[in-house]
């Protein structure tokens, strides 16, 4: 480096343009790091919203679903609920009271053994249980002063199976009232009518109002001039009044008749009415209509409750029958789907599986529908950084609960899938999210149908249920899948046991034959037989297959004894054979220890044991030999009588056949004895040399 000035100013000029640099770029990375935080901020505020709303969005289904339990409450009608074998599923306050006796007494009780007491199932019950479709009956009661009109409703499952009753008891006493007080008299009539608590209003020929009580015009929020000399038709829904129309035509015609029908108060709200109309006769001619109305909105609603948690629980009950009957995870989600569909007002179904790709996608597993298409070209995500990620199943896979759309025209989520839907006639839907063990969210399930607002609260729970019940499913095939596959492996280690101890109880059998030359072979035909004999017996095959073992080591015990005596040429002494007897006892110290899941020691124990107590080496009688021993004490005696020996020359089958046969019952179990002559004298039996 030089030393001159000019060069030491160069060099300064050179480090100041670098710092300037240096502290320029500082600065751009400061600058950078606001702006990230900034960022971070306004991301945790808009999650935290979205926590906010979640929390809301909790409470109102919650809110909603009170309030649907509480609807049968409500009405002021008793209504009950009945299965097959006529016991009460469900009631309301007014049948509380009217029973007597509180809720937890009553649920599960024959409804004819607390409220009406008629000791027997009413016949309008007994006649909808036995129509195949859904359908509904009347009649009418007295219970004390109180006349009752029971209606009653069967519910049946997609298979047409009887699922359970319900029967409402409204109090027609007024109306009956009425009807008398029409027939004794007209002030007596008036002041009925005007007390009453039913709606009542008479009509003119040509449809026209004559008259309306106070209840009427109460609950109409109409009042009583607004009525008179003006037509009905106006006060009743669009969609209903050719029906009263020609209800009117034909009460004209002399009939009476019970309908039910959509009218509207004064504020334009929609109101249930049921009522029963009659002709008005005068001097024998019908001159107009008398009709006795009852305010049913409320009961509407409760039915209408009903009816969606009908089809939830049908719903749920064939996905269930689909959980037991599968065993294939595709099938079982297929099966899922298409079971979902064919319920009332369901049409599409669809199961997907979150994908942990860079794309975070949700993979289609299954689906079904009623008009087809739609799932194929949905793409749902269950990112945050995509709109498609935004909708109901990517909502459903994030948060782990169900999102619920009543609207989907109006649901700006839906905005990718929207026209499509629309077009499809998909108007609202739910998804619901799939967990495994652990809590965490697998996948998610999407239902749609063709009405708004169509998913009441208890259908919601009921939706729930069956997610929860198919994600289970899922998990039970998983661990029926890896519990198969250790059980596979488990039979194949078996399998190799078995054979590992076959070849070994094989080279016990030959060690034996390598001391006894001259008896070679004797424990593998022993073997035979003895197995060939249980089989005649119609023993189980492992019960035969643990007598063979036994037959190919029987006579292990003759390791013990000196080979000379074995293989003596001439007759043994005394002495000489009580060393042989000791070989049941050897053989059984040597085999005792050994798990051969069969008692293979005590045949081998007891394999010269008698039945009159003559053998050895215990002297056990009768049954406290073991059967299989008897078997192998048979085939030993055959199998060596017919047989050559160092001592003597092989004296033949019969002469053995006839041994046996002559000692059956004495020394020789009868079964087996049997079952060997058997073998010989009808099967063919040869014994192999």
């Known amino acids: 480096m030089s030393d001159s000035p000019k060069d030491l100013h160069q060099e300064l000029d050179a480090a100041q343009r670098a710092l300037a640099e240096a502290r320029s770029r500082c600065e751009r990375h400061d600058a950078e790091h606001q702006a990230v935080t900034k960022e971070l901020e306004a991301n945790r505020s808009a ?12 409470k109102k289904i919650e809110d909603a679903h009170r309030e649907w339990m509480a609807a049968l409450d409500v009405v002021e009608d008793p209504i009950f609920l009945h299965d097959k074998q006529f016991r009460i599923l469900r009631c309301n306050k007014a049948y509380q009271r009217c029973a007597g006796i509180p809720f937890k007494q009553i649920i599960g009780r024959p409804y004819y053994e607390i409220f009406p007491k008629t000791g027997v199932p009413l016949a309008c019950c007994l006649r909808v249980m036995e129509k195949a479709d859904d359908a509904s009956d009347e009649e009418e009661m007295a219970v004390g002063d109180v006349i009752y009109r029971l ?57 026209m109002f004559t008259f309306i009580n106070k209840q009427a015009s109460d609950t109409t929020g109409r009042p009583i001039e607004e009525w008179l000399g003006k037509s009905f038709a106006p006060l009743v829904v669009e969609d209903d009044l050719p029906m009263v129309l020609g209800i009117h035509t034909k009460i004209m015609q002399g009939e009476k008749i019970h309908y039910e029908v959509r009218g509207r108060k ?8 049921s009522v029963n109309a009659s002709p008005i006769f005068k001097d024998g001619a019908v001159i107009g209509t008398i009709s006795f109305a009852k305010d049913i909105t409320e009961l509407k609603r409760t039915e209408f409750a009903r009816q969606h948690a009908n089809r939830a629980l049908t719903t749920l009950s064939a996905v269930n029958r689909t959980l037991v009957r599968t065993d294939n995870e595709q099938e079982l989600l297929q099966s899922i789907c298409q079971a979902i569909v064919h319920q009332r007002g369901y049409m599409l179904a669809w199961v997907g599986y979150a994908q942990h790709d860079e794309s975070k996608t949700i993979k289609i597993m299954a689906h079904a529908s009623s008009n087809g298409g739609y799932p194929d070209t949905m793409q749902p995500s269950w990112s945050e950084d995509n709109q498609r990620g935004m909708g109901p199943s990517g909502r459903a896979v994030r948060s782990g609960t169900t999102q619920l759309c009543q609207d989907i025209a109006n649901d700006p989520h839906y905005s990718p899938w929207c026209e499509e839907a629309l077009k499809l006639g998909y108007l609202s839907s739910i998804a619901l999210p799939l967990k495994d063990s652990d809590n965490k969210t697998f996948g998610t399930m999407l239902v749609y149908s063709n009405e708004l607002n169509t998913f009441t609260p208890s259908e919601i729970d009921l939706l729930e249920e069956m997610a929860g019940d198919l994600a289970f499913g899922v998990r039970t095939l998983h661990v029926r899948h890896e519990r198969d596959l250790a059980l596979e492996q488990n039979k194949r280690q078996v399998v190799q046991l078995k054979d590992n101890l076959e070849d070994t109880v094989r080279a016990i059998a030959t060690i034996v034959e390598m001391r006894d030359p001259y008896t070679a072979g004797h424990e593998s035909r022993v073997a035979d037989l ?70 293979i020691a005590q045949m ?27 078997i192998l004490s ?43 002559v058997a073998l010989f004298k009808e099967q063919g039996y040869v014994i192999s040399r």
């Open 604 to 630: 081998v124990f007891q394999h010269h044991e008698r039945l009159d107590g003559s053998g050895y080496p215990q002297g056990l009688k009768g049954e406290q030999i073991i059967m299989e021993a008897r």
């Open 151 to 207: 209606r009653a409703f069967s519910v049946h499952d997609e298979e047409g199976g009887y699922l359970h009753s319900a029967h409402i008891l409204e109090d027609v006493t007024e109306r009956k009232r009425v009807e008398d007080a029409l027939r004794s008299g007209e002030d007596r009539y008036r002041t009925i009518i005007e007390n009453s608590n039913d709606m009542i209003w008479t009509l003119s020929a040509d449809g």
């Open 530 to 599: 003895a197995a060939a004999i249980a089989k005649q017996m119609g023993l189980p095959d492992e019960q035969i297959h643990a007598i063979h073992l036994a037959g190919m080591v029987h006579d292990v015990g003759k390791i013990n004894i000196p080979s000379e005596i074995l293989s003596k040429p001439g007759r043994i002494t005394d002495i000489e054979f009580s060393l042989i007897k000791v070989h049941p006892q050897a053989g059984y110290d040597i085999l005792k220890d050994v798990d051969f899941s069969w008692p």
């Open 47 to 58: 999650l935290m919203s979205m926590l906010e709303d979640l929390g809301e969005a909790r």
């Open 266 to 273: 004064a504020d334009g709200e929609i109101l249930n009415l």
């Open 634 to 676: 048979v085939a030993d005696v055959v199998e060596a009588m017919s047989s050559h020996r160092p001592y003597r020359p092989g004296l033949g089958i019969d002469a053995a056949l006839e041994e046996i046969g002559r000692r059956r019952g004495t020394h020789y179990d009868t079964q087996a004895v049997d079952a060997c």
